[in-house]
């Protein structure tokens, strides 16, 4: 039995996540696979009304009854300052330690990518963001705030334990995976200290991997890269900001944000799954968010949980729906998001 902690979050969240957790619902009640669902309200409405974001003690509850965290978005336009989001789940990212973000990039079909003239085999690689510091340390302050002279330092942390731990993974990855190159991309050109650690560590456990190719491109060619030679490819690995950046243009050259998926891992201890995408105000409550980008986190999640063939089953699934044009109105369907979470119920084997 494997316990699932479900954070529906805001926006479009729960209209995807309630999709995941059906198709999860589906799949255990044919297979051998035990899942049992707690639910939490965490997000803006509860922010809102008892200015509770992360619950005291939430991080060590995740930790001790456990196994996996699905979770939708967050992110409310009545939150300006983002504080419940950043909370719950940069809290969760930093206070769980989840210090791989995985997130694939594939094109499930030839007609979803914006890229003239690209076979699914051309866009199929995989990022490895830093999740623990970085840009996101939130370390910085202001200098004479509200003045004309005032001054914002936002900094932004390295560590060579950080650094070391998240090219292991990506170079890990590749061994396992058997992918022949791993690309690091960064700023060192310009971010002389964090870009000089980064290009030492990347160097030095590259060394361990002799029979992985490894690459270097500054961030802003990656970006071009991306879009003219995204078959180059393999592992990708940057830092938490870069890599943010970079996985949202990701999604969009294998069909867009409503497909995209992601895992946020510490292997060994209880990781959170959630789409790449956010609360998407403007399509929330309407019904008609692609639900894609949380069903394949949920297959991300089953394999983290030692359920591979299962994970693949819910790929095989999402890729026949989509092939057969049973998507949501952004993939050039015209399917509610309930209809296209049933889409992919109905094309799992019995
Ligand atoms: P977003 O990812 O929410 O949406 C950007 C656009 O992408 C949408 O307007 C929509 O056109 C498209 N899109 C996204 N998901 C889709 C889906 N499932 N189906 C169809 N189309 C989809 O990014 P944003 O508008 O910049 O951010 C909105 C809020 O979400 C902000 O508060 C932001 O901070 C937050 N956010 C949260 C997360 C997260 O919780 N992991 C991730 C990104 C953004
Ligand atoms: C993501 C999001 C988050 C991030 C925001 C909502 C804090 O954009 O998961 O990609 O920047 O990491
Ligand atoms: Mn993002």
Not at 235 to 250: A, K, M, P, R
Not at 298 to 324: C, H, K, Q, T, W
């Amino acid at each position: 039995m494997k316990r699932i902690a479900v954070i529906p979050g805001d926006g479009i969240g729960p209209e995807v996540t309630q999709q995941a957790v059906r198709v999860l619902e589906r799949l255990q009640s044919t297979r051998d696979l035990e899942l049992d669902f707690v639910h939490f309200d965490w997000g803006a409405d509860k922010f809102l009304s008892d200015g509770i974001s992360l619950p005291e003690g939430a991080l060590e509850m995740l930790t001790s009854d456990f196994d996996a965290i699905l979770a939708g978005a967050f992110g409310d336009p009545r939150v300006p300052s983002n504080q419940h989001a950043e909370d719950i789940l940069l809290g969760m990212r930093r206070g769980l330690d989840l210090y791989i973000n995985l997130r694939p990039v594939r094109l499930l079909n030839e007609r979803l990518t914006p890229l003239a003239n690209r076979k699914t085999d051309e866009i199929d690689f995989v990022v490895f963001r830093e999740n623990t510091e970085g840009a996101y340390c939130g370390a910085g302050g202001f200098l004479k705030k509200g003045t004309s002279e005032e001054i914002a330092l936002q900094e932004e942390v390295n560590t060579r334990r950080g650094v070391e731990r998240i090219i292991v993974a990506a170079f890990e990855y590749a061994k396992r995976n058997k992918r022949a190159r791993v690309t690091m991309a960064d700023k060192s050109n310009v971010q002389r200290f964090g870009g000089d650690l980064w290009q030492r560590v990347f160097r030095e456990v590259a060394a361990g991997y002799p029979e992985i190719e490894t690459n270097h491109q500054f961030v802003d060619a990656m970006a071009m890269f991306m879009v003219l030679d995204p078959s180059q490819y393999d592992v990708i690995v940057s830092n938490n900001l870069f890599g943010d950046i970079l996985t949202d243009l990701g999604a969009a050259i294998q069909g867009g944000l409503g497909l995209a998926a992601s895992g946020n891992i510490h292997p060994g201890k209880v990781s959170l799954f959630e789409p790449v995408h956010g609360s998407a105000p403007p399509l929330a409550g309407k019904g008609i968010a692609n639900p894609v980008g949380s069903i394949l986190t949920s297959a991300m999640m089953l394999e983290y949980l030692g359920f591979p063939s299962e994970s693949v089953e819910i790929e095989v699934a999402v890729r026949d729906a989509i092939s057969a044009n049973e998507t949501t109105t952004d993939l050039g369907g015209n399917l509610t998001t309930e209809q296209a979470g049933s889409a992919v119920i109905a094309r799992l084997k019995n």
